[in-house]
């Protein structure tokens, strides 16, 4: 369920990160398509993670979580930047991290 207004996204889901641990993810973000894309890819991710391991593939499939989970938090963190320096260079390494999750897929 997602509910969006002009300055607000609230994006919720439930994920099984764990064997019988179910979660309930509720997300409140400054309405941005790229913090909400990342997000939604990173839950995607976990999603086929979960998949692999249980084709027992463990080696690609963690590497595919951290690439791919870690996009979102460097946008994240973009968005705190102390300066554009450090906002160009943190979403530098989103755009690496992404191309690594390609090379993964």
Known sequence: MNYK????F???????????LTVKIIVVMKQ???????????????Q???????????VISRQLLRS???IGANVEE???AQSRKDFI????IASKEARETRYWL
């Open 5 to 8: 207004n002009e300055n607000i």
């Open 10 to 20: 609230i994006m919720t889901g439930i994920s099984e990160l764990f064997s019988g």
């Open 32 to 46: 941005n398509i790229i913090n909400m894309k990342a997000f939604s890819f990173a839950l995607d991710a976990i």
């Open 48 to 58: 086929l993670y979960r998949i692999l391991l249980e084709k027992r593939e463990f």
């Open 68 to 70: 791919a989970t870690s």
């Open 78 to 80: 973009a968005t705190a």
């Open 89 to 92: 260079s943190k979403m530098a």
